[in-house]
T-cell receptor, first 111, second 112 residues
Framework: NAGVTQTPKFRILKIGQSMTLQCTQDMNHNYMYWYRQDPGMGLKLIYYSVGAGITDKGEVPNGYNVSRSTTEDFPLRLELAAPSQTSVYFC??????????FGDGTRLSIL | TQLLKQSPQFLSIQEGENLTVYCNSSSVFSSLQWYRQEPGEGPVLLVTVVTGGEVKKLKRLTFQFGDARKDSSLHITAAQTGDTGLYLCAGGSRTSYDKVIFGPGTSLSVIP
């Protein structure tokens, strides 16, 4: 029962470095999402995708990019890491209007 | 912009006590979901309510959606240590079925 798998679980980056957060799901869900969670702020939507080849911006997309070449994978790219991007990142997936299934998160620190 | 507020932000109670947490907005939502998140894990869906005035029960948890579909409450009876976690409400948009808006959460600690 893999569900939504995120890698890595932890990462420390230096300012200006780049990295890709990986997300894959095995439930054949068309919809996938990237959120960031900061203390006391809830989950903020970064990007989402309604199917392979289709992506759209969420509430806080600046500094991030995504791609969706397959139904299963939805990687999140940070090009120039900044301290403000220190957060816990969650990937989720669902069928339309269904409950979202979340991964266990990637904890990212930028120093 | 649709916003969800949750209260209280933090709650610490003794095992066996009852509690209620609230989720409020000035906007109308097509549906409202409650999630529980444990440390080091992602949120897990507890319930979805879609009809104004709807009440759903999940063992010791009772969820209610306000008549106007702008607010919701979660009541826990006889809290257990296993109820400890972050409780998030999420409102489904009436204009975009692709996204939900999450509240900031209520952090519950149940002390033995």
């Amino acid at each position: 029962n893999a569900g939504v798998t995120q890698t890595p679980k932890f990462r420390i980056l230096k300012i200006g470095q780049s990295m890709t957060l990986q997300c894959t799901q095995d439930m054949n869900h068309n919809y996938m999402y990237w959120y960031r969670q900061d203390p006391g702020m809830g989950l903020k939507l970064i990007y989402y995708s309604v199917g392979a080849g289709i992506t759209d911006k969420g509430e806080v997309p600046n500094g991030y990019n995504v791609s969706r070449s397959t139904t299963e994978d939805f990687p999140l790219r940070l090009e120039l890491a900044a301290p403000s991007q220190t957060s816990v990142y969650f990937c989720a997936s669902n069928i339309r209007v269904g409950p979202q299934h979340f991964g266990d998160g990637t904890r990212l620190s930028i120093l | 912009t649709q916003l969800l507020k949750q209260s209280p932000q933090f709650l610490s109670i003794q095992e066996g006590e009852n509690l209620t947490v609230y989720c409020n907005s000035s906007s109308v939502f097509s549906s409202l979901q409650w999630y529980r998140q444990e440390p080091g894990e992602g949120p897990v869906l507890l319930v979805t309510v879609v009809t104004g005035g709807e009440v759903k029960k999940l063992k010791r948890l009772t969820f209610q959606f306000g008549d106007a579909r702008k607010d919701s409450s979660l009541h826990i009876t006889a809290a257990q240590t296993g109820d400890t976690g972050l409780y998030l409400c999420a409102g489904g948009s009436r204009t975009s079925y692709d996204k939900v808006i999450f509240g900031p959460g209520t952090s519950l600690s149940v002390i033995p």
